[in-house]
């Protein structure tokens, strides 16, 4: 029954795609499956000899030293939270870390159980989106003709620093510029109130948004 117990466990245990470790109290690595190792290229032989603290970033290790220290403290049995390793060849692995200790009956902790789970490509594209958005919005930003980018639905999404000056300069009533209103029910709303010079601009935006036409220039 004891060999099923621990077979069962193992194949747990070595389940791909996220890494396990069981460590000390002292922050040593007591076993690791094969995922972690390939997550952070050391062998299995190589993390014995060394502590999760040494693999954590620099700049994540007092965060996730404050929480450990709680569960030593017996204040709490368990955290997660987002932090970085460094990898034996350097480079940076960007992961979700789960941390859920087994106490002895004196309460104090006999080994730590810890899920990683590797990030990296969702943050690498987190960053290529913001990078992205940052150099639209600096084209945007640099035209003088008054733009507001809309969603599929006619939301205004973003507008640029032209369209915001003529919104101040004309007194509007909302600090966000329109940001997060429904431009087409804005145009039905001025066309109900008898704005006829709007029902054109309505319809090519409706025709833009629902891909029948290509653009449209009032």
């Known amino acids: 029954a004891l060999q099923e ?18 460590t000390s109290p002292d922050k040593g690595w007591i076993d690791v499956n094969t995922t972690l190792c390939e997550m952070l290229g050391y062998t299995k032989e190589e993390l014995m000899q060394m502590t999760w603290a040494e ?26 939270l987002e932090k970085r390793f460094l990898r034996k060849d350097g480079h940076v692995i960007h992961s979700i870390l789960a941390v859920q200790c087994l106490r002895n009956p004196d309460r104090s902790v006999d080994y730590v159980v810890a899920l990683i789970q590797d990030i990296t490509k969702r943050k690498q594209a987190e960053e290529a989106l913001q990078a992205s958005e ?7 930003n ?14 205004i999404i973003s507008v640029n620093e032209a369209w915001k000056k003529f919104a101040t300069d004309n007194n509007s009533p909302d600090p966000d510029c329109y940001v997060g209103v429904n431009y087409l029910t804005v145009c039905e709303t001025a066309v109900r109130a008898g704005e006829k010079n709007t029902e054109a601009l309505l319809r090519g935006m409706k025709a833009v948004l629902a891909g029948s036409q290509a653009q449209f220039i009032d």
């Not at 954590?56 to 007092?62: G, I, K, S, V």
């Not at 940052?134 to 945007?140: D, M």
């Not at 640099?142 to 939301?155: K, P």
């Open 5 to 22: 117990s621990e077979a069962r466990f193992r194949s747990y245990f070595e389940l791909p795609l996220t890494g396990r470790a069981i």
């Open 55 to 80: 693999l954590t970033h620099p700049d994540d290790l007092a965060a996730d030293l404050a929480q450990f220290d709680r569960i030593l403290a017996d204040e709490i049995n368990g955290y997660d």
């Open 134 to 140: 940052f150099f639209i919005n600096g084209v945007l």
């Open 142 to 155: 640099s035209l003088t003709a008054h733009i507001a980018v809309l969603d599929e639905n006619g939301v």
